[in-house]
């Protein structure tokens, strides 16, 4: 009984290091990534023709997170619906496309909305370029067809 009594309070002082450990790396500051920059955009244009109805740029903050962001001029109406695509090229997600839609998105621009953003992905591999990919949609009565789309230049 006494060997058992000292495992059990063994264990215990073993699960009070575990809580204080977590608690001590809970308590860290957050990295503050700061520095958002547009490193490359384009505008949106239907059937590759001027006028612009909005941007698409690809951006990347102190922290090496890169996103995709639109911003549509004017706000979106109620047949209207635009979305960023962020592509990854190299690394070991090559081909991974995320949009505004994906889990840590803001959801797709829709009407009454000018902007959405995709997720971050953070990468420090140099030989990881993204590109950012802007598609607006229209709904005439039969569903949303694609109108216009346009990327910016393939970099990192």
């Known amino acids: 009984m006494k060997t058992l009594g000292i495992v059990l ?62 911003t549509m001029r004017p706000r979106l109406t109620a047949n209207q619906r635009a979305n960023a695509y962020l592509v990854q090229h190299g690394g070991s997600n090559a081909g991974r496309t995320l949009s505004c839609d994906s889990s840590g998105g803001n959801g797709a621009v ?9 997720p971050k992905v953070k990468s420090t591999d140099k030989s990881v370029t993204f590109i950012a990919i802007a598609r607006e949609f229209h709904n005439y009565g039969g569903g949303y067809q694609e109108i216009s789309e346009n990327a910016t230049s393939r970099t990192r």
């Open 110 to 118: 829709t009407a009454g909305q000018r902007t959405c953003r995709t």
């Open 9 to 70: 309070s063994t264990a215990g002082l073993a699960g009070v290091g575990v809580i204080a450990l977590a608690t001590s790396v809970q308590a860290a500051p957050a990295v503050n990534c700061s520095g958002a920059t547009s490193i490359s955009s384009a505008s949106i244009l239907r059937d590759h023709r001027p006028p612009s109805w909005g941007s698409v740029r690809l951006v990347r903050d102190s922290c090496s997170q890169y996103w995709a962001e639109i």
